[in-house]
């Protein structure tokens, strides 16, 4: 399923939101205009490796290449689709936060979400790039603030293409599911590469109990 829009409007310009979106697709032009060995050596130097932090306790270049990390993409699809999803539900989760708690929010969900990768690998050698843990922080306090609203979803049976507009709460409930039974086919068939799916599953997790937590005192 492929979210395209939903019916949420904001009642803010979500100008962080469209900034973290600028930075990232910037980044990324910058990747892509290296030479392919440059561009390597480039991800390499800047990506967050978990065996630097949990095996050879380099600490602070480690919690620095956690947050360069998060504006590095591997390829097209990969920045697509992240933005894609930053794009639907970032501006809302920023309008209910503010400007300046939902840039020091998501900055958190990925620091957390490339910690919660590393802890489920620690001895990994292989750099983690992307957005998506910290966009998942984004889903999770979504589905807490706005679990009602209407996502417009790209939904393919079979041959076939349809357009269904989904409550918020199933779409991402899905989704999260998705993440959940892929982390934990990885860890059965110790499968180290790909997606980093206990990334999603921790920037999920932070941003959902955030929001929890901000309800209850609301309803204090």
Not at 154 to 159: D, E, K, Q, T
């Amino acid at each position: 399923m492929i979210p395209l829009k939903d019916d949420n409007p904001s009642s803010s310009r979500p100008i962080i939101n469209y900034l973290l979106i600028a930075v990232n697709i910037i980044v990324f032009m910058h990747e892509i205009s290296l030479p392919y060995k440059e561009r390597s050596v480039f991800l390499l130097n800047h990506a967050f490796i978990p065996s630097m932090m949990f095996v050879y306790h380099d600490f602070f270049h480690s919690i620095v290449r956690m947050f360069e990390s998060m504006f590095l993409h591997g390829g097209f699809l990969h920045i697509g689709g992240n933005m894609l999803f930053l794009w639907i539900f970032g501006d809302n989760v920023e309008d209910r936060l503010g400007h300046v708690n939902y840039l020091f929010f998501y900055l958190a969900g990925g620091f957390l979400s490339f910690l919660a990768q590393g802890v489920v690998n620690p001895t990994s050698e292989i750099p983690m790039i992307g957005a998506s843990g910290a966009i998942s922080a984004v889903i999770g306090a979504y589905a807490v603030f706005f679990p009602s609203a209407r996502i417009l979803t790209l939904v393919p049976i079979f041959i076939f293409i349809t357009f269904i507009r989904i409550p918020a709460w199933l779409f991402i409930g899905f989704w999260f599911l998705m993440q959940y039974f892929n982390g934990m086919i990885s860890i059965a068939a110790n499968y180290t590469g790909g997606v980093a799916w206990f990334a999603h599953i921790g920037g999920f997790v932070f941003g959902f109990v955030v929001a929890k937590i901000i309800l209850a005192r609301e309803f204090r």
